[in-house]
């Protein structure tokens, strides 16, 4: 029995999950009546978990895969309706989704003669595969996945699973990160004198860090850091 959990959201965003996940044991799919999400995760939960309450897990993780592979992504939700061959399912009315605008830039990739590249692979199934089996990682998407818009505190619990997961190296070790982007990155998550009250901490002594991030920046940081993160683990 394949579950279709049914989503809502800006047709760019779930377009961005329909590129990701074009297959798999957990993809997006786009049908004349809207966008449905269908995961053997979803179809098979663990005993005693319904159908119903294992989706917003997987929607989750999800949401926060495709954060990490572009760091404005904004969430997409579950509508509460569920569908499959013969019955309907309905568990929660759907939230309001703001409004608000982007423009997408699209290219293609061409050879020095000017021939065409095909598009390359989704990586995103493969990425999705790594999260489902991988603790850490599930537990990294799940906090990317939660929130609109994700600050210090979400960013720096995302910044120590991915530092603790690959000791005894380090991310600067691995050429993840530059000593100054890690630098630059804790000093303003930590310190109110940098970040205000949106910092980890309310109270620091001494100097403010020479090097400082906005939390823009710090939102590109983590995104790339998990993709890579992920990527080595595939």
Same mark, same amino acid.
């Given at each position: 029995?394949?579950?279709?959990?049914?989503?809502?959201?800006?047709?760019?965003?779930?377009?961005?999950?329909?590129?990701?996940?074009?297959?798999?044991? $957990?993809? #997006? !799919?786009?049908?004349?009546? =809207?966008?449905? &999400?269908?995961?053997?995760?979803? *179809?098979? %939960?663990?005993?005693?978990?319904?159908?119903?309450?294992?989706?917003?897990?997987?929607?989750?993780?999800?949401?926060?895969?495709?954060?990490?592979?572009?760091?404005?992504?904004?969430?997409?939700?579950?509508?509460?309706?569920?569908?499959?061959?013969?019955?309907?399912?309905?568990?929660?009315?759907?939230?309001?989704?703001?409004?608000?605008?982007?423009?997408?830039? $699209?290219? #293609? !990739?061409?050879?020095?003669? =000017?021939?065409? &590249?095909?598009?390359?692979?989704? *990586?995103? %199934?493969?990425?999705?595969?790594?999260?489902?089996?991988?603790?850490?990682?599930?537990?990294?998407?799940?906090?990317?996945?939660?929130?609109?818009?994700?600050?210090?505190?979400?960013?720096?619990?995302?910044?120590?699973?991915?530092?603790?997961?690959?000791?005894?190296?380090?991310?600067?070790?691995?050429?993840?990160?530059?000593?100054?982007?890690?630098?630059?990155? $804790?000093?303003?998550?930590?310190?109110?004198?940098?970040?205000?009250?949106?910092?980890?901490?309310?109270?620091?002594?001494?100097?403010?860090?020479?090097?400082?991030?906005?939390?823009?920046?710090?939102?590109?940081?983590?995104?790339?850091?998990?993709?890579?993160?992920?990527?080595?683990?595939?």
């Amino acid at each position: 029995m394949k579950v279709k959990a049914w989503l809502r959201g800006h047709d760019f965003d779930l377009q961005d999950l329909i590129n990701l996940l074009p297959g798999g044991e $957990t993809r #997006v !799919v786009k049908v004349e009546d =809207g966008h449905y &999400l269908e995961s053997i995760e979803i *179809d098979e %939960p663990p005993d005693g978990v319904p159908f119903y309450e294992a989706a917003p897990r997987v929607l989750r993780r999800i949401n926060g895969l495709a954060r990490a592979r572009n760091p404005n992504f904004e969430l997409v939700e579950l509508t509460g309706n569920y569908s499959t061959d013969g019955w309907d399912h309905t568990v929660v009315s759907m939230a309001s989704i703001k409004a608000r605008a982007r423009i997408q830039a $699209t290219g #293609v !990739v061409r050879k020095p003669n =000017g021939a065409v &590249l095909p598009a390359q692979p989704a *990586d995103g %199934p493969a990425r999705a595969q790594v999260a489902a089996s991988t603790p850490a990682v599930d537990e990294a998407l799940d906090i990317m996945g939660q929130l609109d818009v994700l600050s210090w505190p979400q960013l720096y619990k995302v910044f120590e699973i991915v530092r603790a997961d690959i000791k005894p190296q380090s991310l600067v070790d691995l050429g993840w990160a530059s000593a100054d982007e890690i630098s630059a990155f $804790t000093g303003s998550a930590n310190r109110p004198d940098v970040s205000g009250t949106r910092a980890r901490h309310a109270r620091m002594g001494g100097a403010p860090p020479h090097r400082q991030m906005s939390e823009e920046g710090a939102r590109e940081l983590i995104s790339r850091l998990v993709t890579t993160w992920i990527d080595s683990k595939r």
